[in-house]
């Protein structure tokens, strides 16, 4: 009998009348299907957790907040099964550290380190859906951990590699992945399957429906990966390996990304080391920098900017004025005003003049390309936030993702 | 260095600002000892998780129903170590399980089997406080359960035993153990000490100061109780070993209890094994029976009666009327105004004549005895439910319990 990891996040689990809906859902499936299901804290639970949290503590203890957040799966799985039984079906819940998730000690951001799942597979075994915990697991300490953002979508997809599941249903409040936010494109098209590497550079280019960990987890272990509706019964996205009807299509899709902000460093004199001198002290005060340029050398002086998250902005430009002073810059300049746009698509590896279409399309509608970084699937440019929508729907256009039947 | 348990209730822990003046409470009996504290869940949140369990099954799954509820005794204890830390202090908290508490498989109400504690040892070697989450505990197999009512209590005075504390201190909403319910005997006093015999038949009479599980408890492990007001600095009732001088007095206290109905088999046939066959099925159904009484034959036939949790009456009703036809019985009544009145003294052991006492005040104030039942350090009646009050009164006034200083 087949397995399936099915995964339903905070919105999906908000309130009795949803758990409910959700379990009707699971039992749909149940039947010819060893079925585990995931789950996350009920809708803003864990929000209301982390204030308690911050009204005693500016700085929360790590160790103390995931005791905390632990609890709001484990209301959540013990509800479920509830609803299970309800139903007349066999069902056992679990927290992370009864499925056997462990994971290092490092507290509110643990990395797994391995699944043994025992517990999982005696339940199913006995016939039983097991409900279990998203998002948390325990150290070999037995100190209870929590995975970070994301958290519980990675839960789902290494229980799934773990026990070899067929498929890996992360059900959310989005009905899959687009050739760009529907929001700004109408005509934006749900696509049926995406590549693992493409749906990395998504979600790292700030599309939200999987995080990037998830990913990078199911192309590890080749756990296909099916995002749909928690409401609607259409199909959603497969997430899958690499096949070769994909590299027909150029660009997959566009993404936009408007949570990070420029901060440049001006007229620093170019000698070796300077780069790691700037990047060095950035990366000690855990601030995570995004794209980087750094200009031509011109009279010996260069221009060094590159992306932080907005919330880190002031934080960084304090920071960079004094490394600016010791390395001997002009000055240090930051700007919130900026959006990230990219095209995606396995394609472009067999593909050549992909970045000049995209500067081209830009370029007609008159938007100045203040950064660019590319990768092997992937080409960003910072433009002017107000242009940010602009821009997707230009490139949209001149990539031809309206089409109906490109990738199917 | 002494070690102290302290113990916390819901009420002393209902949200964030009550929270952090328990912290300062702690605070102050940190300094000179190791101190282990064992807290309930926040305020009303067990009721709410039950509400929410019973909206989606008329009889949770009592695993699932564990699982649910420990969720609430973990948010209290990771909030309660924050606001310790937050005051300079090093604390850890621990779930039942991480703290070694071991019971037997009875979901919702199970029995301590053993408590290893070596994790709370070690933060207290350590130097911090060690934070243990109350009414939970963990099966050999690795399952959450909970240890019914009273269950923190029991945690506390389980943990004392377990770490050889110097004192157990539970902290509630009234200050102590007192002669009688000072809302109906207004000149009622505080008690500073009372044996484990007489809390015991304090607590199943109907004082809601301290669960009779956790007495008895503290009686087999020779645990010193100190129960006091969360709300007040001053001292409360210390529960513990009886002392000579406690014979002196003949009656402690007197307790009331209104929870109770009294069922009736009117005319049985008095034949051996009646009795056996009357409760044996009353047992069978969960109904828990207080008092029993059967009066003296008188041509051929008897009277049997007893009392129950109001709550079971019409359950138990029912089945007696069943039970009564088969045994020949005339008819079956049942009355819910009924009060149980008592009076409770380890002094009685060596003192005659005090039930006859009673009896004597009671009548004095016009009110008629329906049942009587004694044990060694007690005399319980019970009367019709609106004397209840004036009982009390007569009682405590008979028995001079009001006077200044008669134990100390």
């Known amino acids: 009998m087949a397995l399936i990891v099915q995964k339903y996040g905070g919105s999906s689990v908000a309130d009795v009348a949803k758990i409910q809906s959700v379990a009707r859902r699971i039992a749909d499936s149940a039947p010819g299907h ?63 550290a009864q499925a056997g998730l462990r994971t290092d000690r490092a507290h509110t951001k643990a990395r797994i380190a391995r699944i043994t799942a025992e ?117 959603g996205t497969i997430v899958t390996r690499e096949e070769r009807a994909m590299e027909d299509v150029v660009v997959t899709g566009i993404t936009h990304d408007r949570s990070q902000a420029k901060i440049s460093l001006l007229r620093v ?26 200009n031509i050398s011109r009279d010996g002086y260069t221009d060094i900017s590159f992306t932080v998250p907005r919330g880190d902005v002031a934080r960084a430009h304090t920071l960079l004025d004094e490394i600016g002073r010791a390395v001997g810059a002009e000055k240090t300049v930051h700007d919130e005003r900026v959006a990230k746009v990219s095209i995606v698509g396995v394609g472009m590896r067999s593909h050549s003049g992909v970045a000049a279409r995209m500067f081209s399309a830009l370029s007609k509608e008159g938007i100045n390309i203040q950064m660019i970084s590319t990768s092997e699937i992937a080409v960003s440019c910072v433009i002017e936030d107000k242009y940010a929508e602009l821009a997707v729907r230009a490139l949209h256009d001149a990539f031809e993702l309206g089409r109906e039947g490109v990738r199917e």
């Open 119 to 235: 517990r999982v597979r005696a339940a199913l075994d006995a016939g039983a859906i097991a409900v279990v915990a998203g998002f948390q697991g325990a150290s070999d300490e037995d100190e209870i951990t929590t995975l970070g953002r994301g958290g519980s979508d990675l839960t789902a997809v290494a229980l799934a590699a773990a026990l070899k599941a067929e498929l890996c249903e992360i059900y959310t409040d989005v009905d899959g992945v687009y050739t760009a936010d529907p929001n700004v494109v109408p005509e934006a098209r749900k696509l049926p399957r995406v590549a693992y590497d493409e749906m990395l550079e998504m979600a790292s280019l700030g599309a939200k429906v999987l995080q990037a960990r998830s990913v990078e987890f199911a192309k590890k272990y080749g756990v296909t990966v099916h995002v749909r509706s928690t409401f609607k019964p259409d199909a």
């Open 34 to 96: 060893h079925v585990v299901v995931v789950v996350s804290a009920m809708g803003k639970t864990t929000d209301g957790l982390v204030s308690l949290a911050h009204q005693l503590a500016p700085v929360p203890d790590p160790r103390e907040m995931d005791m905390l957040l632990a609890t709001g799966e484990q209301v959540t799985i013990a509800l479920l099964a509830m609803a299970l039984q309800a139903l007349g079906f066999k069902a056992r819940s679990f927290t992370g």
């Open 269 to 294: 004199p170019d000698r070796p080391g300077i780069a790691a001198q700037v990047f060095g002290a950035v990366g000690t005060k855990n601030i995570v920098v995004d794209m980087i340029v750094q």
